[in-house]
């Protein structure tokens, strides 16, 4: 089996400064889509818009009657399977072309106009609001593809920990920045000349788009366009596939990665499906939670979460990343456990302080350790395409279940504790990673 290795003549010179910076401040383009568009204003959006008078919230989609957060969580489902379908395949032609930075760009323009489109969702055209969801997510996911693909190829192993941090740091960041703005309008419209929330909150999804595609420009000056430095011809689709093919023999060959991904797909499930979801909970199910209360949350959650960024960036230092991860999953286990049973605003803030102290560390963390257990290769993107097959698939089971035990039970409490299973799976599976590869001195 043939494996290709990395040239140091063409590489990109690792732990840059300059190069990290930029390549994290797509971090910072990018997180006001997690923030804004599927963590806070437009949920909320969302559920007014599809709430009717008289509190009903079932509507008609398709010939079918379903409750409109089932919708939008089978939505979601569907935006990330078509990730999961799609990215391996475009992975392995950007290894094989050396262009990840291409398909970056294109998944970022598109995820970023679709934001804007959603300005023009009613209920009135509702396929076509849902069809921007989708593919805003599939810009943002797969722009994520090609993002995360760089983390190896400008930093060493002993430096990936920081520099996720980094990165998800600056996302939190940003995105706060962007929400509050976004808030104000929302809250105090007439500050803006706008005439109700309603408009402000339309106008939010446009400046997360301007916003995101904006600041990729940051990012997309300093990566390089070719980090193979070698002209490629033709045969795109074949050798992509070829590419994809030999990742996946080096991958079931590796003990340590292998187990290592299917853990992370199992406890990820979770974490993603809380924070696409948890508006949504709070929304129905804490009784007197206004939707400045809402808000207020996810701010919470994203204050605290860039200092559990770097905690668990420091945790991994001492305690090594997999025991630091299996720390996470436990505090996790706990939270699931107190949705259960919460009922007031005030409950849910405290929540929100704990979720925010490992959302952060969970998502760092969880990405430097796959960098850093991959073997020797330049087909990061290929790689990498693995990772966000598993975050996507384990978001498409997760968002769907959480969907599907709330159209047959009708209390999202019991989707929130069904979330729990996911993290003991995964901190089972965490429990049976090797912390060193079979035959390694490392």
């Known amino acids: 089996m043939e494996k290709r290795t990395a040239d140091a003549s063409?590489?990109?010179?690792?732990?840059?400064?300059?190069?990290?910076?930029?390549?994290?401040?797509?971090?910072?383009?990018?997180?006001?889509?997690?923030?804004?568009?599927?963590?806070?204003?437009?949920?909320?959006?969302?559920?007014?818009?599809?709430?009717?008078?008289?509190?009903?919230d079932v509507i008609g989609f398709l010939g079918f009657q379903l409750k409109n957060t089932s919708l939008y969580s089978y939505t979601l489902s569907a935006s990330f399977l078509i990730v999961a379908?799609?990215?391996p395949l475009l992975s392995g032609i950007a290894d094989y072309a050396g262009r990840k930075k291409a398909f970056m760009q294109f998944f970022c323009y598109l995820g970023g106009l679709?934001?804007?489109?959603?300005?023009?969702f009613s209920l009135d055209y509702l396929t076509f609001g849902l069809a921007m969801v989708v593919l805003a997510s599939v810009g943002y996911s797969g722009s994520q593809v090609f993002y995360n693909a760089f983390l190896p190829e400008i930093a060493t192993p002993e430096h990936q920990d920081?520099?996720?941090?980094?990165?998800?740091?600056?996302?939190?960041?940003g995105s706060v920045i962007l929400l509050i703005l976004?808030?104000?309008?929302?809250?105090?419209?007439?500050?803006f000349g706008l005439p109700d929330g309603d408009m402000a909150a339309r106008i939010s999804f446009v400046t997360v788009g301007i916003w995101w595609i904006g600041f990729a420009q940051i990012t997309f000056r300093k990566l390089p366009g070719n980090v193979h430095g070698k002209k490629v011809r033709g045969e795109y689709l074949y050798r992509g596939y070829l590419a994809l093919?030999?990742?996946?023999?080096?991958?079931?060959?590796?003990?340590?990665?292998?187990?290592?991904?299917?853990?992370?797909?199992?406890?990820?499930?979770?974490?993603?499906t809380v924070m696409?979801?948890?508006?949504?909970?709070?929304?129905?199910?804490?009784?007197?939670m206004p939707d400045g209360g809402l808000i207020t949350s996810i701010l919470i959650i994203q204050v605290i979460a860039v200092a559990g960024a770097y905690f668990f960036s420091w945790l991994s230092s001492v305690l090594g990343n997999l025991r630091a991860l299996?720390?996470?999953?436990?505090?996790?286990?706990?939270?699931?456990?107190?949705?259960?049973?919460?009922?007031?605003?005030?409950?849910?803030?405290?929540?929100?302080?704990?979720v925010g102290a490992v959302m952060g560390g969970i998502q760092a963390l969880s990405r430097s350790t796959y960098s850093k257990f991959l073997p020797e290769t330049i087909d990061h993107a290929s790689y990498f395409s693995f990772y966000d097959v598993s975050d996507k698939v384990g978001i498409v089971f997760g968002t769907f279940s959480f969907g599907l035990i709330y159209q047959m039970t009708g209390n999202l409490r019991n989707s929130a504790l069904a979330l729990g299973t996911f993290f003991v799976i995964g901190l089972v599976l965490l429990l049976l990673t090797p912390n060193k590869e079979r035959g390694s001195v490392k």
């Open 10 to 56: 063409t590489a990109l010179k690792k732990n840059d400064p300059s190069t990290v910076s930029a390549w994290a401040m797509y971090d910072w383009a990018n997180s006001v889509y997690s923030l804004v568009i599927t963590s806070s204003i437009f949920p909320i959006f969302y559920e007014n818009a599809t709430t009717a008078a008289d509190g009903s």
């Open 85 to 87: 379908l799609i990215s």
């Open 114 to 120: 679709a934001c804007i489109a959603l300005s023009l």
């Open 162 to 173: 920081h520099v996720s941090a980094k990165g998800f740091a600056l996302g939190y960041i």
């Open 182 to 191: 976004n808030l104000l309008m929302v809250t105090r419209p007439e500050w």
């Open 245 to 272: 093919r030999n990742v996946f023999r080096e991958l079931k060959a590796t003990d340590r990665l292998k187990k290592y991904l299917r853990a992370f797909f199992v406890f990820n499930m979770g974490v993603q």
């Open 276 to 288: 696409y979801m948890a508006v949504s909970f709070a929304k129905k199910e804490i009784e007197g």
């Open 326 to 354: 299996f720390f996470a999953v436990i505090t996790w286990i706990a939270v699931c456990i107190i949705a259960y049973v919460i009922v007031t605003p005030v409950q849910f803030y405290l929540l929100a302080a704990l």
